[in-house]
């Protein structure tokens, strides 16, 4: 099925028309804790639902777990609902992707099929993504992160992209500053990232520059509660979704994970901490090295239409421009302030990186590489 995408403001509206056309009666709605309250979105859906069953499932943390999932199952299977409805940031959408296709599969072994050891062979029911956070882009990809034992996984299948998504930024206007530009961040990381991963095509190219360079026009705005800004951003984070959806992202990504997990630094401001020196890294490449199977050459050309995309003219502007903008929107950039303090602390984030993401950066990375960034960032 071909993803239906309403976007605009009060694009809320349309959920009435695809609750009609599905003949929708019950429904799981997953949601935030508490940001599903704080929005106005609560009342706008309600309104909406009128003629539905709903039921609510929201008892799952910001970095979903396994033992989260399986609540979430437990409630499908008895409810029984004709769809899913997902309101909320990444985590949320994430949340609900693995519930809908995981409670519909022959096998119940859930650890299996999230480590990819059992095949997904069934859709869920209908999936209905309404993102409140102007971020990870969760709404058009087919992938979903949780965690088992503190090690993250990604469950992947062409299943997973929800079937439909409603882009209302109205609902981004309340999100307070830190949260608007760490989402901020981590879309404008995707982009990047998408960019220069070893899997970028043509078509995820276009979305990902498209998204950067709203993101760069608007980013500081948007922290700062413009509303225009805020809609542009919305607009952003759907094409960095659509960028990743197709190329995936790379050794930021692989390095944030640890990070947020042991140390509680949220997603978005965990990728932006690394980033910044890939532009060297990626840069400074050579045959031996060149992961992506382009060649030396066309990775050379791809970081320097990045650096085109941010008006700056070598590897180490760009670097000072990341940081700078990390600053003007109140991202801390020591990682000993955010609690990275000792050198067991470098190896436990070492240790616990996701190998699969650190494959698709179009250079060679390292345990001393990553050692030697972490060790700066301290400083």
């Not at 600053?327 to 801390?332: V, Y």
Request: proline share 3%; hydrophobic share 35%; aromatic share 8%.
């Amino acid at each position: 099925m071909t993803q239906k995408v309403f976007i605009g403001t009060n694009s809320i509206d349309s959920i009435d028309t695809v609750i009609n056309d599905l003949k929708i009666k019950t429904v799981l709605l997953v949601t935030g804790k508490s940001s599903y309250n704080s929005n106005n979105i609560n009342d706008k859906l309600t309104s909406n639902l009128l003629s539905t069953n709903i039921t609510r499932f929201n008892d799952f943390s910001v970095n979903p777990k396994i033992e989260d999932t399986i609540k979430g199952i437990k409630i499908f299977n008895s409810t029984k609902p004709d769809a899913v409805i997902a309101v909320g940031g990444g985590s949320v959408i994430d949340m609900a992707k693995q519930i809908n296709i995981l409670a519909v599969q022959d096998s119940d072994n859930i650890h299996d099929i999230i480590k990819n050891k059992n095949d997904i062979t069934k859709p869920g029911k209908p999936l209905i993504a309404i993102p409140t956070t102007t971020g990870t882009g969760s709404e058009s990809t087919h992938f979903a992160v949780t965690y088992i034992n503190k090690i993250k996984y990604s469950l992947a299948h062409q299943y997973m992209l929800p079937d439909y998504c409603i882009i209302d930024p109205v609902f981004s206007y309340t999100m307070p500053p830190y949260l608007t530009a760490t989402c901020g961040m981590d879309a404008l990381t995707q982009s990047i990232e998408s960019y220069w991963s070893v899997n970028s095509t043509n078509e995820s190219k276009r979305y990902a520059k498209e998204s950067i360079s709203l993101i760069l026009k608007n980013i500081e705005n948007a922290v700062k509660g413009i509303k225009e800004a805020r809609n542009e951003m919305a607009l952003a984070a759907h094409f960095s979704g659509k960028a990743i959806n197709i190329s995936k992202t790379t050794a930021p990504h692989a390095i944030s994970y640890p990070l947020s997990m042991y140390f509680n630094i949220s997603h978005g401001h965990a990728v932006a901490l690394t980033l910044g020196y890939f532009f060297n890294i990626n840069t400074k490449i050579n045959e031996i090295d060149v992961v992506d199977s382009r060649g030396k050459k066309y990775v050379l050309t791809t970081m320097n239409e990045i650096f085109d995309l941010f008006s700056q003219s070598n590897a180490n502007h760009c670097k000072k421009f990341w940081y700078k903008l990390m600053q003007n929107i109140k991202l801390e950039t020591n990682i000993s302030k955010l609690g990275i303090r000792s050198k067991q602390d470098i190896e436990k984030i070492i240790e616990n990186i996701d190998p699969v993401r650190i494959k698709n950066n179009p250079t060679k990375i390292n345990k001393t590489i990553i050692k030697n960034i972490l060790q700066d960032l301290q400083s």
